[in-house]
């Protein structure tokens, strides 16, 4: 089955400790994508990638690191995470661009304390 | 920098049409996206139409753009109640690879 797939899908952790929240996807897309989604707000831009070794900043960077050393995979790294990163982060991958479609994952809940 | 802006609710009864509201400041955007969220999902591609074309219709929906006045709108004609969720709109620019969502609008459908 075609599907982007995120872990953990919760996350409770302390402020400064640092994690990686993973995604995959099964597809062969080039595209790939992270948001945090946080009330009032919709959507932001964390970094993307289209393809491998090249990544960039989207809206929001600050406080994230990505990779993209293989094609289906794209972690985002919280180096130091603050409670102003409590959000929904999603992972989305498209095989093109510009996308005309994104395919999303379930979404990781990260709470930070 | 770009901004995209979305009323947060809207309710309507069911078998009524919906229309979701969305202006954006980047004349630059090529492509426009509607995706819906439904209740601890992740979100799906409604519609997308490209930046020189003024209507898509899909089905139920009905995805109108003024260019001139950078405003997209989504018409759900007769709507359901499993319509309800929150509504994205997003933009693409030429110029870059990122993507900019509004807040999203949330919809009520009324039984």
């Known amino acids: 089955e075609a599907q982007v797939t995120q872990n953990p899908r919760y996350l409770i952790t302390v402020t400064g400790k640092k994690l990686t929240v993973t995604c995959s996807q099964n597809?062969?897309?080039?595209?790939m994508s992270w948001y945090r989604q946080d009330p009032g707000l919709g959507l932001r831009q964390i970094y993307y990638?289209?393809?491998?070794?090249?990544?960039d900043k989207g809206d929001v960077p600050e406080g994230y690191k990505v990779s993209r050393k293989e094609k289906r995979n794209f972690p985002l790294i919280l180096e130091s995470p603050s409670p102003n990163q409590t959000s929904l982060y999603f992972c989305a991958s498209s095989p093109d661009y510009p996308p005309d479609t994104q395919y999303f994952g379930p979404g990781t809940r990260l709470t930070v304390l | 920098g770009e901004d995209v802006e979305q009323s947060l609710f809207l309710s309507v009864r069911e078998g009524d049409s919906s229309v979701i509201n969305c202006t954006y400041t980047?004349?630059?955007?090529?492509?426009l996206y509607w995706y819906k969220q439904e209740p601890g999902a992740g979100l799906q591609l409604l519609t997308y139409i490209f930046s020189n074309m003024d209507m898509k219709q899909d089905q139920r929906l009905t995805v109108l753009l003024n260019k001139k006045d950078k405003h997209l709108s989504l018409r759900i004609a007769d709507t359901q109640t499993g319509d309800s969720a929150i509504y994205f709109c997003a933009e693409i620019n030429t110029g870059g690879f990122k993507t900019i969502f509004g807040a999203g609008t949330r919809l009520f459908v009324k039984a």
């Open positions: 597809m062969n897309h080039e595209y």
């Open positions: 980047d004349s630059s955007s090529t492509y």
């Open positions: 990638s289209m393809n491998v070794e090249v990544t």
